[in-house]
């Protein structure tokens, strides 16, 4: 399988696009595990190839014609006889990867491979993962064609975060991080009214879960002065809002889904008051 997505990457066979729209047929894919023989009926190798599954397309809607590259035997033999009779030289040959090899006219979408990669990149310095060790190499391989890379392991350090390992997760200092089983989104946030004695702005506080691990944090003025302790909390409440919104939309482009709304926990009734009702807003 390895193999199989290295040439498949190799010779460009697809791109990745966004999702066209909802009236778009798009074909699924599988993978088909054949028994490579030799003569005498013991394994030469085994292959995978990774498959459209055309059968789903529409005919004069997806395509006009089709074509498949598969010779009758009698051609075969034809073939040999002539080669035997004239002494010409006859050779063996295997194609690795066959998918989608040709000028196609029409626009083909297919479901995108399983799994996630997750690429972070700081200037020249890249954080990978993926949801398979497999996936990952495979990209990994990918990047070393077309870029000069050094493959540092796992991760240790990076960006002066020293990162170790223990069971359950990964550990930085005192921020744990564990493996939970569900993905529930929620923020807690405050705000501390006219804190600053010189430009009486409120300081805006909160911190983001993703199941049990604290993944954001933060703690800043706010550009404006506000009132009172209600409007403080608003704001804050609607700064907290457009992260969980950003945050959301980062999830759902690398399709994962949550289990639940996110949750938004407020310790100031007049704020949600504001927060809910449309009066207050004109």
């Known amino acids: 399988m390895q193999e199989e997505l290295d040439t498949l990457q190799k ?43 055309g059968f789903s397309q529409i005919p004069r809607v997806d395509f006009n014609e089709t074509f498949s590259p598969v010779l009758k035997p009698t051609t075969l033999r034809l073939v040999i ?57 495979s990209i ?3 990047l070393s064609r077309e870029f000069a890379l050094k493959d ?6 990076f960006l002066g975060m020293e990162v170790t390992s223990f069971d359950g997760g990964t550990q930085h200092y005192e921020l744990p991080f564990y493996s939970y089983k569900t993905l529930s989104l929620t923020r807690f946030y405050d705000a501390d009214w006219a804190a600053c004695v010189t430009t009486r702005r409120s300081t805006t506080g ?8 604290c993944m954001s944090w933060s703690s800043k003025k706010q550009p404006t002065v506000a009132r009172s302790t209600a409007e403080a909390k608003y704001h804050a409440l609607a700064f907290a809002t457009a992260k969980i ?15 639940s709304p996110p949750q938004l926990f407020s310790n100031n009734i007049s704020a949600l008051h504001m927060f809910i009702n449309p009066v207050f807003h004109a």
Not at 206 to 213: C, E, H, P, R, S
Not at 247 to 252: E, G, H, N, S
């Open 140 to 142: 990994i391989n990918h």
């Open 206 to 213: 909160y911190y983001i879960f993703l199941g049990a691990n």
């Open 11 to 53: 010779n460009e066979t697809w791109k990745l696009v966004p999702p066209p729209l909802s009236s778009t047929n798009i074909v699924g894919f599988r993978w088909v595990f054949k028994t490579k023989l030799h003569p005498d009926g013991s394994i030469e190798r085994f292959k995978a190839c990774l498959e459209a599954k």
């Open 152 to 157: 540092l392991g796992q991760l240790s350090y």
């Open 81 to 137: 006889a002539l080669a035997t009779n004239l002494n010409w030289p006859l050779r063996q040959l295997d194609v690795k990867n066959a998918f989608l090899h040709g000028k196609l006219k029409e626009t083909v979408y297919m479901t995108q491979l399983p799994g996630t990669v997750l690429l972070q990149l700081y200037v020249d310095d890249i954080v990978l993962t993926a949801s398979s060790k497999l996936l990952l190499q």
């Open 245 to 259: 919104v950003w945050i959301t939309y980062i999830l759902r482009d690398i399709g994962i889904s949550l289990p």
